[in-house]
Structure formats: C-alpha cells, structure tokens
C-alpha cells in the first residue's frame, strides 16, 4: 500500500514539475516545426546571416517581454510599453543628436531612465492608487505616446546623426554572435534566476496567485508591484535605446501597436495571463517563434495578403495546442495522485 | 488593588494574572461603517497555554484576530507585546514580532508549490542568497510529518481540498517558531484523525512555552485542547477565565445570553420512494464504484477521513466534475452528466463546501445571492422581478435569522457563518427534493447549528431526501437516518442509526472494518 | 432583384465648375486654409506643412495644420467636418484612402469650402484641384530606371512598398510593372512585391525575407520613405551591402549616412515642402476666384512660378529629384 | 457600488462642463444642429461596438477583435458586393459572418479554457489578415447612394445621424438584458465569481459563448454602418478602433475585472470621449494634446473612486 502510494506520488512529482519546463519545450518543438521545413524548402534560412536576422529581429521584442513578464506574474499588465519605447527611443536618438559627444554608455543610459521614469510613473499609480494595471497603462499608452508627439514635433533623427559607435552597436557582433542578442541574453539569464531563486522573485509568483493571501504573508505587494512596473519600463526603455541602435531612424511613431505583440509572446511562451505561472525563458522563446513564423512566411513567398491571417492561425494553435498539453498533463497528475491521505 | 478593580471591571478572574502576557488587546475597539465589529475589547494570552476564543458567528472573533495580525487597525485601544504598545502598519509587522496566524479562509499560493507556500518570505537560502529548494523540501517533508500528513512538498497548491489546505497552513504557522499561534477555526474542515495530530502539536508548542490562541465552534475540542478562554457576545467582552470550572453549557450560555435546547432534534421519519439512486459512480483517481440511495425524508450521511472523495462524489452527481464511470438518478431518470442545471432541473440543490469561490457571490449583495439559483423563478419573460427577489431574501433571512444591516449589502462584509446561512438559503429557497450539503455547518455558531439542524429535520420531514457531508462526528450520529463511510474513495461501510456509533465510524472510515 | 452592383449604376461624375475664373482677380488676404495631412507627426508631412506655412506667410493667410495621428482610411473626415464646421475658406488635404474623404469633402465643398489635394488624391468629383507631385509615370519609370543603372542592366529585382492599400503606391507599382515589361529592360525580373506597412521594424524583417527568399535577388526598388530608409539600415549592417542594390524615394536627410557609405547609389524624391507650398497658393488662388479647377486655367504660384492645370483638375508639381552622393548634401529635409 | 454609482453621476457631470465650457467657447457651434450631426456620426461605431463589449466585460471577458471584426465585414460587403450580390443579401450575410466570428472566439474560451485575452489578440491578427485575403488591397466604393446617404444625412427634420438612432435602439435592447433580466444578473454573477455561478446552475459556457456571439454580430453591423458611411470598404477600416472602445468602456466605469458596470456609465463614457475630442479639434487643439487628454481621463476614471474612497476615509479617521 505504502510502496503503491509513494511510487504514485513521485510520478506526480515528476509530472508537475514536468508541466513547467514542457511548456517551454513545446516552444521549442513549435520553432523547430517552423524552421525546418522553411530550411528544407529555402535552405538560406538557417545561413548564419538569417540565424542572426532571426535572433535580431526578436530580441526587442524579447526584451519587451521579459519586463512584461515580470508584471504579468504579478497578475498585473503593462501596455504602455510601446509608447515608453517609442519615448526613449526618440529622446535616446534626440540626446545623441544633439550631443554628438555623449559617450555610448550615457546615452543608452539616458533611454534607460526615460523608461525607468516611465515605469515609476505606472507603478505609482497602480501601487498607489490601487486600481487594475490594464486600465493605468491604457491610460498611460496613450499619455506616453502624446508626449512622444508633442516632443517630437513630427520631427526624425536619422541614422547620418546618430554617432557611428551606436549605430555599430546595432550590427556589432562578439563570436559571431549580435552584440543586441548578447544584451537581450544577459537581461533574460538575470530576470530568469531572479524570478526562480530569489525570494523576492517568488514573492511576484505568490502575489499573482492571490493577491490578498500575498498581503496576509507579509509580502510587500505594493512595494512589489512598483518594482516590476520600475522593471518593465526600464527593459522598454533599454529596447527603445537599442531599437536606435539597430534601426538608425527614429520618429515618435517607434513602436505604436507593440504592445499586442509583446503580450502575444508572453502568453505564447506560457506565461498565465491572470497571474502565478510562467517563465522569462518561456517569454523570450514566445518572442522568438513570433518573429520566427513572420520571417518563415516572407521566405515561403507566401502572399503578402495571407500572412497576416497566417499568423493570427498559427498564434491560435500555439495556445491551443499549450492548453491541450497543460489539461492532459493535469489529468495525468489527477490519476497517477489519487489520495494524499493514509 | 487597582488591578484588580481593573480586572472586576473586565470579568476576568484573578487566577492566572501572575504571569505576564506575552499578547494583550486592551480595550480595542472596531467598526465597519455602520458596523461595530468589536468595541471596547480586552484579551490576555499567557506564554505557554492555550487559549479559547469563544462567540456566535459574528461575535468579532475574526476581526479581533486579524487585529492582532495587523490586518486592520484598531479605531480605539492598542495592541501590547510583552506589555509594549504596538503600531502594526500591516501583517508583516505582526509576523515579525513573532506572530503566526492561520486564517479563517486558507490564503495559499495556487501555483506555488506546497513548500513554498509554507515558507513564503523565509525560504532558506544557500549560495549567493538563492534559495535552497533541497533544504525547502526536507523541512517541509518533517513539518508534514509532525503533523501526519501526506503531501508532495513540490506539488502545487491549487486542487488541494480545503482540508489539505487546512494543513498547509497549519505546517505554515508552525514553520514559523513563533512565540504567539493563533489559529481562526483551524478544525472546521478537519476530521478526528487530523485534529488529533494537530492537538498534539499543540500541546509540544506549548511546552516550549508557545501561546496559542484557538477559535472553534465545537466545544469538545475547546475543552480538550484550552485551559481559559474568552468569550465575545455582538462585538462585546463578556468573560475571561480558565475553563476548569466551566461546562459546555457554561459556555453557550456565556456565548448566546440565554439557556439552548437540545443540539441535534432529528426526528423520526419514516423513509419514503428512493428519490436520489448514485450507481457505479466513479471519477478516475479521486472516487471509485460509489453507489447508494437516499429516500426521501431521509438524512444519509457520507462520513469519511479528509481527502475519502466524498465532496468529490457530491460534485460529480451535482454535475460540477464529470464521471468518468456510473451515473445519478433523481426518481429513476438519470442525470445529464457535468450539467448542474440538468441536476437544479431534476430538484437537486448542493450546498457546496467552500462558500467564498463555490457558494457566493462576494462583491453581490445578499438578495442577489439569495437569488441567485432561483433566476428562472423570479422572472418572467426573462424579465426579472426584483420586488419578488427581495421578498424572497428579507423572508429567508428572517427565517434563518442572518445578521445583516442591510439586504443590499454586500455578502463579503457578513461574518463566515451568516455567509453560510445565506448559501442556505439560497438553496432552500429552491424547495429542493434532494438536497446535498457538504460541511453544512462549517464554521457555523453553536445557536446556529441547531438551527440549521433543526431545518434539515424539517426538510426531510417534508419528504426532501438529505445527503449530508459532514466531518463533525456528533453531527453525523445526531442527524443522520444513515451513515455512509468513504475511505480512500470507496464506500466501505453502510451503518444504521442504531449501528452507527462514534467508533464504528472512526474505524471504517481508518479502513479497518469490524465484524 | 435587390440592389446589386449593376443595377446601381455609374455614381461619379467628373468636377463641374459652372463658374469661369477670373485671372486677373487678386489673391485675397486672411485666408483661412486648413492644412490636412495623412497623419500628423510624419516627418515627410511636416516638411510639407513648413511649405504650406511658407505660402501662408507670403499671401498673409491663417494656414492652420491639423490632422489625426494615425493613417487610418477614415480618420480624417472628423477633421474635414471640423473644417466645414469652423467655416474655413479651403482645406488643402492629402487622402488617406480616396472615396472613405469623398462624402465628406462632397459635404464640405457645398458649405463653400474649396478642396485642393495633394500628395494622393481624392475621388476627382470631392475636389476642386488634384497637386500632383509628380505623374505616377515619371515616378514609376524614374524608379524603374535607377534600379536598372544601378543592377548594371539585368537581374532580379523586389519592390518594398509601404501597406498594401495605399494608393499611390500601388499605382505607382502598376506602372513600374508595364514599364518592366518594355524591351530595354527585359534583363530585369520582378520577383516579389513586399509589404512593410511604413513600419520600420515589418519593413526591416521584410527587407530580410526578400533576401532569403530570393537568393539571386539584385536590387529592391523601395518607393516609400520608411521602406527606404529600413532597407538601407539593414543592408548597410548586413553582408549584403554592396552586393544587392537599393533604390527608392526617400528625404536626403534619412538617406544621406546610407549614400555616403555607399549602400544606396542614388534615390529619388521630390521636394515635399514645394509640394505644401503649391497646394497652398493654390487652395488660395481658388478662393480667391483667380481659378475655378476647370483644364487649362493658369495661375502664379507665388516663387515657383506658373502652373497650369491639366486634365481631370491635375496640377504637376515637376519631375522629382534624383539624390546621388554628388548632390545630397546641397539638401536639407 | 456605491462609487459606481458616483463615477456615473461625475461622468454626467464632466458631460455637463464640457457641454458648457464647449458652447461658450466656440460661441455656440459645439452644440449647433450640424455639429452634434457630425458628433453624433462620429461615435456611431464606438457606441455600438461598446455595447456587448460592455456585456463580454462584465462577464469577465474582453474581446479585442472587435475592430478587426468591423474590418472584416467590411472587407465581405465589397467583395461580395462586386461579386453581384445585392445589399440586402450582402447585409444578412455580414451580420451572420460577425456572428460566427465571435462564435469562433467564444469556443475558444469557452471549450477549451483560453484566456480571451489571448484568444482575440490572435483572432485580432487572423480577421484583419482574412479581411486582406478577401479584398486585397482594393477599395470598394461604388455603394449606391441610396445606402451611403446613411451615412452623410440626418433622419429627416431632425439633426440624429442614423447610425445613433440603430445604437440607441440597441442600447434599450442591451440595457434591457444585462440590467434587468435574468441573463443579466447571470452575466455579473460569472463576471464577480465564475465558479460560484457555475454553481448555482448557471449556464456559464452558454453565456459567454452568447456574449462573444453578439459581439461579433454587432461588430459586423459597425462594419456595415462603416462601410456606407465612408462608402468605402476596405480591408483596413476601423484599424487599432479596438483600443478606442475598451477605452470608452473602461472609462464608463465598466471593471475590467468584470462583475461591476453599468449600460449607462459606458454610453455617458462614449458620448464623454467622444463630445471632448470633438470640442478639442474644434478649438485646433493639436493631436498630442488629444491623445494625452484620452489617456489623462481614462487615468481619472479609475483613480477618481480610489481617490474619493480614500478621502472618505481620511475624513471618517479624523472626527
Ligand atoms: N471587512 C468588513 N467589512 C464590514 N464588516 C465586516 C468586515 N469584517 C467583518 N465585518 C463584520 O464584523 C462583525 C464581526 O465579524 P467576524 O468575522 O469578526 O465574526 P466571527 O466572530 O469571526 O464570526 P464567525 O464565527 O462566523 O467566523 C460581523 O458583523 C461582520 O459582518
Ligand atoms: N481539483 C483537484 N485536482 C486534483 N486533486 C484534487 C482536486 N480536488 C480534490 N482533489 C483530491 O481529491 C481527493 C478527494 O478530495 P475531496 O475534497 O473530495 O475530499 P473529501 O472527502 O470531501 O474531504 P473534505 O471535504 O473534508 O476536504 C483529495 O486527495 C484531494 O486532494
Ligand atoms: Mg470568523
Ligand atoms: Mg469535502
């Protein structure tokens, strides 16, 4: 009975833990679905030069979403983060431009705390003033974007004053590798072991499980939810310094309309929408199938009037797909538990 | 001298104020809005004994403890810790100075394993201060053990019954090595079996000269457990003492203000047409093969050790889960399976157990709720009549004499056990011909119980066949006609009113069948 | 029955301007002219509307820019509304898609206002005069031709255009097409039309695709600023420099690190602040009664001289020009 | 509740200031027949998209594909239109076509447990792109003018642009269901507590796979309203319109969390954004400022109940 039991449980245990990383493994499968058939048909695709494209084109985004993955944890959302973008990216590109000597590292520090002001801004008010997130950055969107406007004046920063050292910076690589990618890396990596092994980190886990328990346990919910706002605003204003950096143009337009984006890739990489599950990695990996599959339609010649439709289709499997695995591992740990009780 | 005025003044005899407290609420006071929670309430608790919390539902027994917690902040008077006054801002104030607390309602993580949910905020750390999930697992594993449970620490919480989750917040507080545990209704999802272990526990805190605060309505364990209590009547004290001299109708009458009848009237009925018939029914690794029949003016108890499946059976014949095997019948028709309104159809109403996510509407008011499983009724043309949905809350709230101010209140500010009636009485006022209550009295007032008892009485005098889930092991023997005992997801024992004895159940629901 | 497509019958006819203009009639003073581009916040519309407001200052008209923020089919009719509202003289717009302005310029032009567009028209019957930056042939075949030079002739060649409904666009590309099809460039083959959504990072990706998805692919014809300036970026950090040529329309100011690194031989443009200047004065003549938008009319546009107007009410503003390393930094917009 | 109740009634109230401050300052055009015309023309689609929208919130829900759904069907009429079809087939059509969109979208959460957060930002993507499928990069604009003067004309003697009179027809219709119905009271129960609902019988797939349903269908008749009203049909009509009508419901007083609401908060929330923007571009108030007010009341609207309960509060502690 108690040998029946115990094997029972441990297969239990090796399933839950399991659910967490198939998750992110069914990204990867998913990408692999993608690219190789895109490879078989167009073997250009996997030449290091797309490899890079590929890995370049989804480390904004990827950026992105690692901050909102921070706040979607917390049962929280941010979709101010094309706008906070669009805002370091045009002031980020306006400071250089008009200061033609500002070291590399200030600038890109200077878009930093563009976002970082942005992300205090959002977190005060949702902290503070207690009221849903979706709402506030709603809000802030579209406040966010006006000043965008209003700053820029329908005004450009063009590559040709832009220092050479940030646009080199965009198409700079270490080991073959983009100098972008390696940034997007390293953010990631540190995002991922704080969320998994910190305390702190977990705290953002317990929070978006039940807000109210979270404040029972002591946890500093408002304390924490302003830090993760701080986080993401600062990740969006990171990306809008390298989105400079890998596109050389700039007008207050940067970034309208990512925010969808970046939600899709959280919620593809299995991140739950209301709250307490997901990973960074699981995020970043989201971000990357999504570009992957715009890139496999354009190699695939498939019309330029079906991609989009494509997309939405594959977007909807994905999910899909992720929540028929997540409930047939659930019945799977419902069978193999049965009773916990002797 | 001035002490003992002092003391006069508050009922609180003499005996024990030798020894300093290591808690004290003195004189605090409460309201919400028009509401006043607790006024003017004073409480010492000594290091090293258990201490009982006694009132009706809605005495302030819960506010005064989330007071102490930090929770909310007392309007007037303050909160003393080893005799100094405290300003919690908020509960990890409280936490910090050592106090634990488990909550009336179960606060855990869903998606955070069970471990974590233990030690949130306190993980142990290792290298670079991250956390040491080996360590995390092993000290939960002997928090579990010490209290005889049986739990995966690295499973998530969510799906976790609500005794499991009883559990967890037991192995929490006591993760804690805290000076000060005050437990909200700890037991009232929890069966013999567990509330033996959690009793011994207890007593091996308090030899470490732990003070545990403990709220129960069931006065047995109050007396087997405490040695002084206090009792709250309407957000007022009315006494403190050791509970030596005290008997349990001592007490309710110190609780309630006036002389109780008898606890459990179930009269006698002679059993009717089988009205529900559960055959075969089986949902895979939760419950296996259950079958039995209710008659109508029957009360059939399903009694069990926590965990036995038997909320589960109740959902899947209410058609909340889906069977994987058998079938429920109501009159010989058997029911769509995982349809509750194809059950509601067929004059079935279900009580459920955890009244917060299952029986109510928190944020709806108290007519809404009272309403709520009688929308088809109370309109025409899909039009509704609100006149007619009042009427029917003010008549059920009248008759389950619920303490409210006002109908269109929010249901989340009533005290847990007036929640409860208000799920009663959202199903009675369905007139249902099976009904199933699953923990009908959790956390219901002693005054109370008996009325609720005596309305299942009533009911089943009127022909409506009762199932019954209950943990409370005198409530079983007092009302049911018959006992059913699940263990381990099957039935395996049918007793008699005249066969069931408190012994006969504890053992087949253990899983050892006397002859 | 019903009302189907051939029971409703033809519903446009051309502008009818029963009126005669007066050419000798003299510009009126305190004009008041609403300037409506596709989008506010367009560096390619700003430019323009620095134009407009020059003309404002010299014929000492109100010239009051306005406009929506995106470049959606209908964001402007709430503007040119606004416009009929506030009793303006004229509103000199450029339609974000021609018939979506249609009933709403209708509407406005019988409250009195008169219509002039530019950059991309209107249904001809909401308008009283069409500018033209330039005619979709000169542009098309110009475009056709620098990509020709600059491939050496032969090869295969993409066009990055901006979203798939824009019209001028597409018009341009219809005509890039029967151009392509003449014998002199029978070496080029249009392999693939790409849509970047005038967004910098979908014109980015799409610029890539092109290039994996045609390896043999010479030259990208890109024929809006945004896809312009986006495609020069990536093959400027990308190993395809030098070896895939790119041609377009874009402002000197975004192209120029990309002409000068030699990413980009030559592109093409014409001068969008003229472009504003010229819908202006002529929004002025109009009002004025100098014109009434009927072919063959003449008038003075102020420092750029005499124009003349066409058929179908179409003024052409001049051929665009042709930005290479020599003359780019003689440039600034 | 109770602070529902007062953000409705501060809503009305900011209606009334901006009405005011409006007249007097465009020495009475803001409320001139022909400008509440254009005003009234101009939240016509908002107005009617909001309505389920608001019903899908309340339960819990939010459908953000919607825009693209008014795309569409947009994109249907003219295809179908120059394919021969006659209008009063085409228009049945449509609306059957939104229908099944929302269907789509509804048995996506409802079978198989999907956020509808996720669900309609990908359906968002697929109905824009079947939109360009359908009609490519063409517009459609020959409508006869029979249907287009819909659009561009007042009802007779009267300054009521039609496609108000269709929104206030439904509006009565939604008020009616989610306020004073069963169905309703079914809706805020899923909305504040789905399993609770679920217990107490309430059909809650059925529900929220109706809810999703109208809102296709009434997205499909914005479409329609759209199309004759530019007489244009575009596979790009009423692009990012989704931002815009959550906006208008949030601002309302709708929660998003659902549970909380009323028909009446989002219709004063609609006419609110709606007579404000319109005032600003009245005065040339430049874009930025139009945008930064938009987010700035959205802003307000969730702070103000905060902000009042807490003053309430700060005023009960201090006798
Ligand atoms: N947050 C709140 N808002 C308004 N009223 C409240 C709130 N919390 C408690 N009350 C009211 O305060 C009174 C005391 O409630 P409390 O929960 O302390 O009772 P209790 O003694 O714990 O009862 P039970 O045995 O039923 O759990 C009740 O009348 C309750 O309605
Ligand atoms: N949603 C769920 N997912 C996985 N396991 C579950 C779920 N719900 C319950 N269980 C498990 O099923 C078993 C039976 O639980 P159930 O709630 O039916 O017990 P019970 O006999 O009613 O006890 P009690 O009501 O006292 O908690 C328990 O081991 C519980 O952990
Ligand atoms: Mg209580
Ligand atoms: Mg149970």
Not at chain 1, 130 to 149: C, E, I, K, M, W
């Amino acid at each position: 009975m108690t040998a029946v039991t115990s094997s029972r449980r441990t297969a239990a245990r090796r399933l839950s833990t399991r659910v967490g990383r198939v998750r992110e493994l069914g990204i990867v499968v998913a990408l692999a679905l993608v690219v190789i058939p895109t490879a078989i048909v167009n073997p250009r695709f996997i030449q290091p030069q797309s490899l890079r494209d590929l890995l370049l084109n989804a480390s904004i985004v990827a950026l992105l979403a690692v901050g909102q993955t921070l706040v979607v944890v917390t049962r929280n959302v941010d979709l101010s983060v094309g706008s906070v973008l669009g805002l370091s990216a045009f002031l980020t590109a306006q400071h250089f431009a008009d200061n033609p000597g500002t070291p590399l590292v200030l600038g890109i520090g200077f878009g930093v705390a563009v976002g970082l002001a942005c992300g205090l801004l959002n977190g005060l008010l949702v902290a503070l003033g207690n009221v849903p997130s979706l709402v506030v950055t709603l809000g802030t969107l579209y406040v966010f974007r006006g000043v965008d406007f209003a700053l820029a004046q329908g005004k450009q920063v063009n590559a040709s004053n832009l220092p050479d050292a940030l646009l080199d910076l965009g198409s700079a690589r270490v080991l073959g590798v983009p100098v972008l990618v390696l940034i997007t890396l390293v953010v990631i990596v540190v995002a991922a072991v704080y969320l998994k092994s910190y305390r702190s980190g977990r705290e953002l886990y317990a929070i978006g499980s039940n807000p109210e328990a979270a404040t029972l346990a002591g946890i500093p919910v408002a304390k924490r939810t302003l830090t993760t706002f701080v986080l993401s605003g600062l990740v969006a204003g990171l990306a809008g310094a390298l989105w400079v950096a890998r596109y050389g143009t700039v007008d207050a337009a940067a970034g309208t309309g990512l925010e969808l984006q970046v939600v899709a890739a959280v919620v593809v990489g299995g991140v739950a929408i209301f709250g307490g599950s997901g990973t960074v990695t699981g995020a970043a990996l989201g971000a990357l199938l999504l570009g992957t599959i715009t890139s496999c339609l354009v190699v695939l010649q498939i019309p330029a009037f079906w991609q989009q439709a494509i997309a939405g289709a594959l977007l909807l499997s994905a999910i899909t797909v992720d929540r028929l695995l997540a409930l047939r591992l659930a019945k799977a740990l419902r069978t193999s538990e049965g009773t916990s009780h002797a | 001298m001035l002490v003992t005025q002092a003391l006069k003044r508050f009922n609180i005899e003499e005996t024990d104020v030798d020894r300093p407290p290591v808690v004290a609420l003195d004189e605090v006071s409460k309201s919400f809005g028009a509401v006043r929670a607790l006024s003017g309430v004073s409480l010492r608790l000594l290091p090293g004994e258990a201490h009982a919390l006694l009132g009706e539902n809605g005495a302030g027994k819960s506010t005064l403890i989330k007071t102490l917690a930090g929770v909310h902040r007392p309007d007037a008077g303050q909160v003393l810790l080893d005799e100094v006054p405290q300003r919690f801002s908020g509960p990890a104030d409280a936490l910090a100075a050592g106090i634990a607390i488990i909550y009336q309602e179960p606060t855990l993580f869903g998606d955070l394993s069970v471990a974590e949910n233990v030690f949130m905020g306190r993980q142990p750390l290792g290298f670079g201060r991250r956390i040491d999930v080996a360590s995390m697992h092993a000290r939960t594993s002997e928090l579990f053990s010490r209290l005889g449970v049986r739990l995966d620490p690295a499973r998530p919480a969510r799906g976790l019954s609500i005794a499991d989750q009883q559990l967890v917040e037991i192995a929490k507080a006591l993760s804690f090595d805290a000076r000060v545990i005050v437990m909200d209704e700890p037991t009232a999802a929890l069966s013999a079996h567990e509330v033996r272990r959690l009793f011994g526990v207890v007593q091996a805190l308090r030899a470490q000269d732990a003070a545990v605060l403990f709220v129960s309505h069931r006065l047995n364990e109050v007396f087997e457990l405490c040695q002084r209590a206090t009792v709250l009547r309407d957000g007022e004290f009315v006494w403190s003492g050791p509970l030596d001299d005290e008997t349990p109708d001592s007490l309710v009458r110190r609780m309630v203000g006036r002389e109780l009848s008898q606890l459990f009237p179930k009269e006698d009925t002679t059993a009717g047409e089988v009205l529900l018939s559960v055959q075969r029914l089986t949902r895979e690794g939760v419950f296996t093969d259950v079958s039995f029949d209710v008659r109508a003016g029957e009360i059939v108890a399903l009694s069990g050790l926590v965990g036995a499946g038997r909320s589960e059976v109740a959902r899947a014949v209410f058609g909340i889960d889906r069977p994987d095997g058998g079938f429920a019948s109501v009159r010989g028709k058997r029911l769509k399976h995982g349809s509750p309104t194809a059950a509601m159809a067929a004059g079935i109403g279900f009580v459920p157990e955890d009244r917060r996510q299952q029986g109510l509407v928190m944020d709806a008011s108290i007519e809404r709720n009272t309403a709520l499983a009688s929308l088809g009724r109370l309109s025409k043309f899909g039009l509704l009549r609100r006149s007619s949905e009042r009427a029917l809350a003010q008549d059920w709230a009248v008759r389950l004499r619920l303490k409210f101010s006002r109908l269109s209140d929010p249901v989340g500010v009533l005290s847990g056990g007036n929640q409860q009636k208000v799920v009663l009485a959202k199903w009675l006022a369905r007139k249902p011909s099976v009904l199933i209550v699953d923990e009908p009295t959790r956390g219901i007032d002693v005054g109370t119980k008996a009325e609720v008892h005596r309305l299942l009485s009533e009911l089943a005098g009127q022909g409506v066949a009762v199932l019954m889930i209950s943990s409370e092991l005198p409530e079983v023997l007092g009302m049911a006609d018959r006992v059913l005992v699940m263990h381990e997801g099957r039935l395996v024992r049918e007793l008699s009113r005249a066969e069931a004895t408190e012994e006969r159940v504890a053992l087949a629901a253990a899983g050892q069948v006397d002859s | 029955g019903g009302t189907t497509k051939d029971s409703a019958g033809d519903q446009t006819g051309g502008a009818t301007n029963a009126a005669k203009g007066d050419p000798n009639a003299a510009l009126k003073e305190g004009l008041k002219i609403t300037f409506l581009p596709k989008q506010v916040n367009n560096p390619y519309f700003t430019v323009a509307q620095k134009g407009a407001e020059q003309a404002g200052t010299a014929i000492k008209a109100e010239v009051k820019p306005t406009g929506p923020s995106d470049a959606a089919a209908s964001s402007q009719v709430t503007y040119i509304n606004t416009a009929a509202q506030q009793k303006q003289d004229a509103l000199v717009i450029s339609a974000n898609d021609a018939n979506a302005v249609a009933p709403a310029l209708k509407s406005a032009r019988q409250q009195g206002l008169k219509v002039v567009t530019f950059d991309s028209d209107a249904a001809p019957d909401a308008r009283d005069v069409f500018i033209n930056q330039a005619t979709s042939n000169e542009i098309a075949a110009g475009q056709v031709k620098l990509i020709s030079e600059a491939v050496g002739g032969s090869g295969e060649i993409a066009i990055l255009s901006a979203t798939p409904n824009a019209t001028n666009q597409n018009a341009w590309i219809e005509v890039m097409k029967t151009e392509l099809a003449k014998p002199e460039y029978s070496g080029l083959k249009l392999v693939e039309t790409a849509y970047g959504n005038d967004d910098d990072q979908t014109s980015f990706q799409k610029t890539q695709g092109l290039l994996q998805a045609h390896p043999n692919l010479k030259g990208i014809i890109s024929p809006t600023t945004v896809g312009v300036a986006a495609a020069a970026r990536y093959l400027s950090s990308s190993e395809y420099k030098g070896k895939v040529q790119l041609t377009g329309l874009g402002t000197p100011n975004q192209m120029r690190k990309f002409v000068q690194d030699d990413t980009v031989k030559s592109f093409a443009l014409w001068d969008p602040s003229k472009l504003g200047y010229l819908a202006t004065y002529t929004a002025a003549a109009l009002a004025s009664g100098q014109i009434t938008g009927a072919e063959g009319e003449k008038y003075k546009a102020g420092e750029l001289g005499d124009y003349t107007i066409g058929a179908k009410g179409e003024v052409v503003l001049g051929p665009p020009t042709v930005f290479t390393k020599d003359n780019i930094d003689k440039f600034d917009f | 509740m109770r602070n529902l109740l007062r953000w409705e009634t501060a809503l009305v109230f900011l209606l009334v200031v901006v009405a005011l401050t409006g007249q007097v300052s465009t020495d009475g055009s803001f409320l001139s027949g022909g400008n509440l015309f254009y005003l009234g023309l101009d939240i016509g689609e908002i107005a009617l998209i909001a309505l389920p929208l608001t019903l899908v919130i309340v339960a819990g829900e939010i459908d953000l594909s919607v825009a693209s759904v008014l795309g569409l069907s947009s994109a249907l009429i003219g295809w179908l239109w120059n394919a021969g079809w006659s209008l009063e087939t085409i228009i049945p059509t449509v609306i059957v076509a939104g229908a099944v969109c929302g269907a789509v979208n509804g048995l996506l959460v409802t079978r198989l447990g999907l956020p509808s957060l996720a669900v309609t930002i990908g359906t968002l993507a697929l109905y824009r792109g079947l939109a360009l499928v359908v009609l490519g990069d063409t517009a459609v604009a020959d409508f006869p003018a029979s249907y287009t003067s819909f659009g561009t004309t007042p009802v007779p003697g009267t300054d009521i642009p039609y496609p108000i009179v269709l929104a206030a027809v439904l509006a009565v219709l939604f008020g009616v269901a989610l306020h004073a119905s069963s169905f309703g009271r079914s809706v805020y129960a899923i909305g504040a507590n789905e399993e609770g609902a679920r217990f107490s019988g309430i059909r809650v797939k059925r529900v929220k796979l109706s809810l999703f349903v109208l809102a296709g269908a009434v997205a499909a008749i914005a479409g329609i309203v759209y199309t004759f009203r530019f007489s244009s049909a575009r596979a790009d009509n009423g692009l990012g319109l989704e931002l815009a009508v959550v906006a208008a419901v949030l601002l309302g007083g709708v929660s998003i969390f659902g549970g909380k609401g009323t028909l009446f908060g989002v219709l004063a929330g609609v006419l609110l954004l709606g007579g404000l923007r319109n005032l600003l571009i009245l005065q040339d108030t430049s874009t930025e400022v139009l945008t930064i007010v938009t987010g700035l009341l959205l802003l307000v609207s969730v702070l103000a109940p905060s902000v009042t309960r807490r003053v309430a509060s700060l005023r009960k502690a201090a006798p």
